[in-house]
C-alpha cells in the first residue's frame, strides 16, 4: 500500500446525481492532486492542493469541484456530469509540491456516467 | 504546448529479454523526468528518475537513458521478468514551478515466460 486511499472504488451516477470522491493519505504529504485517467489519453493533471491551497486548476470544467479542508484529506465533488467523465480518478500526495518530490499514488476511483 | 510522447502503444518481450520504452519531450526547461509503474487495479508507483544533468541512471535492472540535445529518454528493462508485466508511464515536469507532471501516454509491457 502507498499510503494513500481512496473511496470509493468503483462509483456509477447518473448525469443528473451529484456525489463525491474522497481521498485520504497517511504519509504526513502537504501537497495533493487530483487526476484524470481516461482510456487512450495521458493521465491529466486536473487540481493541486498544497498545504490546504489550491494552486493549480488546469482549467477543469466547473461540474468537478475539489475541496481540502486539511492537508490528509481531499475531495472531489461531482454534479452534472456527462457520459465523457467516465474515467479513473487518482488522487497523489507529495509531501512538499517541489517538482522533485516523488508523488504517491491512490488505487483510484473507477466512476461510470450513465 | 507540453507534451510527452511515449512509444511504442504496447509491447511484447520473452522472458530475459530487454524492454526498452522511449519518451520524447517537447519543452526544454523540464528539468525532471520520472517513470511510473503501474499495475492492473493499482495507481501508478515511481520506479525510477533521472534530471538532465546526467546521461543514464541505473537502479537494478532499470536504466535510464536521456539525451538531452535530441529531448530524448528511455527505460530499459533489462532480464524482463512476467512480474515486470504491467502499464509504464514517462513523465516530466519543471522541478521548481509546481510539482506538475506531464504524462506520456503509457505502454503496457507483456513479459512471456
Known amino acids: 500500500e502507498t499510503g494513500v486511499t481512496q473511496t470509493p472504488r468503483h462509483l456509477v451516477m447518473g448525469m443528473t446525481n451529484k456525489k463525491s470522491l474522497k481521498c485520504e493519505q497517511h504519509?504526513?504529504?502537504?501537497?495533493m492532486y487530483w487526476y484524470k485517467q481516461s482510456a487512450k489519453k495521458p493521465l491529466e493533471l486536473m487540481f493541486v492542493y498544497n498545504f490546504k491551497e489550491q494552486t493549480e486548476n488546469n482549467s477543469v470544467p466547473s461540474r468537478f469541484s475539489p475541496e481540502c479542508p486539511n492537508s490528509s484529506h481531499l475531495f472531489l465533488h461531482l454534479h452534472t456530469l456527462q457520459p465523457e467523465d467516465s474515467a479513473l480518478y487518482l488522487c497523489?500526495?507529495?509531501?512538499?509540491?517541489?517538482?522533485?518530490?516523488?508523488?504517491?499514488f491512490g488505487p483510484g476511483t473507477r466512476l461510470t456516467v450513465l | 504546448q507540453q507534451q510527452v510522447k511515449q512509444s511504442p502503444q504496447s509491447l511484447i518481450v520473452q522472458k530475459g529479454g530487454i524492454s526498452i520504452i522511449n519518451c520524447a519531450y517537447e519543452n526544454t526547461a523540464f528539468d525532471y523526468f520520472p517513470w511510473y509503474q503501474q499495475f492492473p487495479g493499482k495507481g501508478p508507483a515511481l520506479l525510477i528518475a533521472i534530471r538532465p544533468d546526467v546521461s543514464e541512471k541505473k537502479e537494478g535492472r532499470f536504466t535510464i537513458s536521456f539525451n538531452k540535445s535530441a529531448k530524448q529518454f528511455s527505460l530499459h528493462i533489462m532480464d524482463s521478468q512476467p512480474g515486470d508485466s504491467a502499464t509504464y508511464f514517462c513523465?516530466?515536469?519543471?522541478?521548481?514551478?509546481?510539482?506538475?507532471?506531464?504524462f506520456g501516454g503509457g505502454t503496457r509491457l507483456m513479459v512471456k515466460p
Open positions: 513523465a516530466a515536469s519543471l522541478g521548481n514551478a509546481g510539482n506538475m507532471l506531464t
Open positions: 497523489a500526495s507529495s509531501r512538499t509540491n517541489s517538482g522533485f518530490d516523488t508523488q504517491y
Open positions: 504519509l504526513g504529504h502537504n501537497a
